[in-house]
């Protein structure tokens, strides 16, 4: 049984039926959710709302960030466990795989994204990278 469990957590349905599934399958294990702050992002928002957007991303990008792992904790509690969370930027695929090297994880937990067909092979799939290149066993649920 693992003991050390990364999920994968962006307050999405998914992510929170990850979550649920970490919380049920693996009670005694430590549990981490990580929230990926992607800079790209800020690039999506400057093209739609000009510089000024810019100037604020990052702030709001932390609130957001904040809220989401709130929820997570929030949620956590409800099935009385504590949760431990991170917060990261960077490139999501990324981000999670050096988090789980760099911190020993044993097992980690995502949602898909649902893409299928050209945007996946355009645009690349966070979960699918991840299961490509995890050296620790991914669980991925849809």
């Keep these: 049984m693992p003991t050390d469990v ?7 349905p998914l992510s929170k039926r ?3 599934y970490a919380l049920e399958t693996f009670p005694d294990a430590t549990i981490t ?3 990926v702050i992607n800079p790209l992002d800020s690039v999506i928002d400057v093209e739609a709302g000009g510089l ?4 604020d991303w990052h702030e709001k990008a932390q609130e957001r ?27 999501p695929a ?3 795989l050096d988090y789980a090297d760099d911190h020993d994880i044993d097992q980690i937990v995502m949602g898909s994204h649902g893409r299928s ?19 620790t066993p991914v669980t991925i649920i849809g």
């Design 94 to 96: 990324r981000v999670i």
């Design 33 to 35: 959710t990580i929230y």
């Design 18 to 20: 990850a979550l649920t």
């Design 117 to 135: 067909g050209i945007d996946r092979a355009l645009l690349g799939s966070v979960a699918e990278t991840v299961i490509r290149r995890a050296w």
């Design 65 to 91: 960030a904040a809220n989401i792992q709130t929820t997570a904790v929030d949620f956590a509690a409800e099935h009385g466990i504590d949760l431990d969370t991170v917060t990261e930027v960077g490139r």
């Design 52 to 55: 000024p957007v810019a100037e």
């Design 6 to 12: 990364l999920v994968a957590f962006d307050g999405s």
